[in-house]
């Protein structure tokens, strides 16, 4: 299959590229600016920088590429961001789904939209695919105005929502929970860590998997994919700090009421799984095993 993956240089696109070209697809990797993959050593693979917010290169990009299948994980992604600059964030995760989403009609391409947790409320997750949406924060309503668009412009679309991703950062991307206790602990620094918040975290290697499986099996409609287990921040931190043998005694376990951040965030997420397992197979690692496969081999 043709795919196109945006967001390619972000923390998700990275490994989906990787792994959607090392399963031989064809793969167009968009990005903003200079591509940060080592696209030369992946077979089928090839880059080809845009603004998704500029709607005619979006359709340059998507009619010169011809995919069967768009995912599309571009976003801006960091809700204080958002919140500080809903303009900016309007543009990038609704407008440019609704570019994506015309060219994927024009094309009778199948659109795989990447979504969020953050579309629900947090009141009593872990939640379920139709389960009542309800955002408390701008980057959550972006999020959930573009799923809308998604399934209100396409017959053939699946949407993915993902909690909390972990993983190893490749170039260029941001810290993400593990490297961030991680990092924090090895310099010896002391953390505030929420224990008020639940999530069920998700290694970035299943959730590639998980999307690869929604476009081999040409499944669509919603699928809940993170990880199984229930946590909240502060748990996550003592698992890091257990498995490499930090001092935990340098983590703060505070309630997210004492951050005063500029978006709110839900206190209960997660997913409940069941439909991608039953459909699609997916089988999530533990937390602990995630680690163990971020660091395995590295010092
Ligand atoms: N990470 C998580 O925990 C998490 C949880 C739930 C859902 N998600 C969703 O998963 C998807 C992927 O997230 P991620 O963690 O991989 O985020 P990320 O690392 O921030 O990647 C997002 C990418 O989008 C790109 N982008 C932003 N604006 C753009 C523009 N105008 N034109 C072209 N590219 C643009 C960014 O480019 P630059 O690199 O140049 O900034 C970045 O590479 C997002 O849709 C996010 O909402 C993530």
């Not at 947090?122 to 980057?139: A, L, M």
């Not at 959550?140 to 699946?158: C, F, H, I, P, R």
């Not at 490749?170 to 593990?178: D, I, P």
């Not at 703060?252 to 439909?275: M, N, Y």
Request: with cysteine.
């Amino acid at each position: 299959m043709k795919i196109l993956v945006t967001g390619s240089n972000g923390l998700l696109g990275q490994y989906l590229v990787r792994d959607l070209a090392l399963a031989g697809h064809i793969v167009v990797a968009t990005g903003r600016g200079t591509c940060r993959l080592q696209i030369g050593e992946l077979p089928g693979a090839l880059y080809s920088e845009a603004d998704i917010t500029d709607e005619q290169a979006v359709w340059q990009l998507v009619s010169g590429a011809a995919p069967d299948v768009i995912v599309h994980a571009a976003a801006m992604a960091q809700p204080d961001a958002c919140e500080l600059d809903k303009e900016a964030c309007y543009k990038t995760n609704v407008e440019a789904t609704r570019y994506f989403c015309k060219a994927a009609s024009a094309l009778g391409a199948k659109m795989v939209y990447i979504s969020t947790d953050f579309i629900f409320s947090g009141d009593n997750g872990p939640y379920k695919e139709d389960d009542i949406t309800g955002p408390v924060n701008y980057y959550g309503q972006s999020k959930l105005e573009a799923e809308e668009t998604v399934k209100n412009m396409l017959k053939d679309w699946a949407i993915v929502r993902t909690v909390l991703v972990y993983g190893n950062i490749l170039a260029g991307t941001r810290s993400n929970m593990v490297t961030w206790v991680k990092e924090n602990l090895e310099k010896g620094n002391s953390i505030k860590v929420v224990n008020d918040q639940i999530r069920t975290p998700t290694y970035i290697e299943d959730l590639s998997e998980g999307i690869k499986r929604i476009i081999e099996k040409n499944e669509s409609g919603i699928y809940h994919i993170s990880g199984k287990e229930v946590f909240t921040p502060y748990e996550m931190a003592l698992q890091v700090a257990d498995y490499f043998h930090l001092n935990k005694n340098l983590m703060e376990k505070v309630d997210a009421s004492v951050f005063t951040q500029p978006a709110k965030r839900p206190l209960k997420t997660g997913f409940i799984i069941e439909k991608a397992e039953a459909v699609l197979g997916y089988s999530p690692v533990s937390f602990k095993e995630g680690m163990k496969r971020m660091f395995e081999g590295k010092p």
